[in-house]
């Protein structure tokens, strides 16, 4: 990627220096927040800067250095499923947003095309960069009809009366910025965190007993979801891993449970990898009505039949907007399940099944079943790669269903909280085109194709202030339609400022 960005940039005229150097490991990776500074401490403040990513990456390593810096910044992401700059370069996109730094992006998977050179050399030469926003528009709650706009009004007015809670198992997870809301922000909304500690989730889980997990595991095995155990747990799933789970599983919905919180968030790589087997076992079935029992400490389940909304790692804008999809969704009796993914990657579709830009939304576990093809028995569970979990964990993992889809943002911007939400479809793929999208990202993680109403690759790009996209499936198109329209209502009415993106609901 490097070596592609320097040539575009010396065709456009002008020359790269490179701002740190390769580390002794030989990556030219800056892997910490000092590493960071440091390089920053060395480039000229009002020198143009060009953040070049070509993986998942932390932002708050550069996000000191760039808030500071007083010359233009471009973000810039190649465009792979193996290593996803995109995923990385969304993440800090939000990140400067949220902290109210300018910034232009662009994107490209060869560096050779007309969209990215233009878009350089415009760059190169002003200093700045604009994309086409026209499928951007300001939300009116009018476009709803009046019971939505009732239903959205009984939520908010819930909320802010009773309040509820977010359950946060310590904040910041892999350096996301943007995915921490301020109190102040919060508190409008009727919603609180309940700031709780993986220590206190390592210890509860050890006090669970493991005849609860076992229970949990034939309950999942008899719906006929499938657990691909080895005997090597260096590198294989094994039983004595997924009992780990199940117990984190019991010992969180007991804190949850404890706090009254109404959604819990776990950071899962940081701190809990080295103590335990990943959580997304866990976090993919508490955001499933139909799970296991979680017995509280007197054997009482709790929240039976219901799912306790996840937000995958401690991500609190999604948290957010899991609490207001789970309500509307309830209300009008649309299916409540949701989940975020990572907006991994995507291409159109070769076999030509489907038209348009087709996405791979994937994240690593936290997805319902009742999102998967086949449900519990189209759910798989599969080793978590050692490079994240050294010990190991199993995957909750499927093909998303088809069907029509409200997916949606909440971002802070400008000092305040931003919703941008839209429609779509999550749509089937053959087999083999399905399985060559698994195997060129992370096969062992649930995967989504999606295509979005209204917007394609560079739409979304030039928008989406977060690596991550909240989804939920309505009961058909008008079901989703009705959905989509009430939630942007209710965040309305809790005084976030919204934004339809893409075919507008008319």
């Known amino acids: 990627m490097e070596e592609k960005l320097s040539r575009a940039v010396s065709d456009a005229g002008c020359s790269i220096r490179r701002g740190h150097p390769a580390t002794d490991a030989g990556h030219g990776f800056l892997a910490s927040q000092r590493e960071g500074m440091d390089a920053f401490a060395d480039i000229d403040p009002e020198a143009p800067v060009i953040i070049a990513i070509a993986a998942w990456q932390y932002s708050h390593h550069v996000v000191p250095g760039l808030l500071l810096h007083k010359g233009p910044i471009l973000t810039v992401a190649n465009w792979q499923g193996k290593w996803p700059g995109l995923v990385g370069m969304l993440n800090l996109n939000g990140s400067l947003t949220a902290m109210g730094r300018d910034y232009s992006t662009l994107w490209s998977e060869t560096f050779d095309d007309d969209f990215f050179r233009e878009g350089l050399r415009t760059w190169l030469e002003t200093g700045h960069l604009e994309h086409d926003l026209s499928h951007v528009r300001a939300f009116h709650p009018s476009w709803a009809e009046s019971g939505l706009r009732e239903t959205a009004a009984r939520i908010a007015g819930d909320l802010k009366r009773n309040k509820a809670i977010l359950g946060v198992f310590d904040e910041g997870c892999m350096g996301m910025m943007n995915a921490m809301i301020p109190d102040h922000l919060l508190a409008p909304l009727g919603l609180f965190k309940e700031r709780l500690s993986q220590s206190a989730l390592y210890h509860e889980t050890q006090q669970v007993d493991p005849a609860h997990a076992e229970a949990a595991l034939e309950w999942l095995e008899d719906r006929g979801m499938t657990f691909h155990f080895g005997s090597d747990p260096e590198t294989e799933l094994t039983r004595e891993q997924v009992i780990e789970q199940l117990r984190l599983y019991v010992a ?35 955001n499933n009505d139909e799970r296991p029992i979680a017995p509280d400490r007197n054997g009482v389940p709790i929240r039976e039949g219901r799912s306790i909304p996840h937000f995958n790692e401690v991500d609190e804008c999604a948290g957010v907007d899991a609490i207001l999809t789970d309500r509307v969704h309830r209300a009008l009796g649309e299916p409540a399940e949701t989940t975020l993914h990572d907006v991994r990657w995507g291409a159109e579709d070769p076999t030509g099944t489907v038209d348009g830009f087709v996405w791979v939304f994937e994240i690593s576990g936290a997805t319902p079943p009742a999102h998967h093809e086949g449900g519990f028995a189209g759910t798989e569970s599969h080793r978590q790669p ?74 979304l790009m030039a928008r989406h202030k977060a690596n991550h996209i909240q989804v939920a499936y309505g009961s058909d198109a008008d079901g989703a339609r009705n959905a989509a329209l009430a939630k942007a209502c209710l965040a309305a009415e809790l005084g976030m400022t919204v934004h339809w993106c893409g075919t507008q609901p008319l």
Not at 259 to 284: N, R, T, V
Not at 392 to 413: C, D, I, N
């Open 252 to 286: 969180a919905a007991r804190i949850a449970d404890d706090f009254g919180c109404e959604a819990i968030g776990i950071q899962y790589q940081q701190g809990l990898k080295d103590l335990l087997p990943a959580s997304d076992l866990a976090e993919g079935l508490f």
């Open 386 to 459: 050692p490079m994240y979990f050294r010990l190991g964990g199993g995957t909750v993992t499927g093909v998303a269903k088809s069907g029509h889809l409200v997916w949606s943002r909440v971002y802070v911007a400008d000092g305040g909280l931003h919703m941008d939400i839209g429609t779509g479809r999550a749509v089937s793929l053959p087999a083999a085109e399905s399985r060559r999208r698994r195997d060129s990202t992370t096969p062992q993680w649930p995967i989504m194709h999606a295509v979005l109403d209204g917007q394609g690759r560079d739409a």
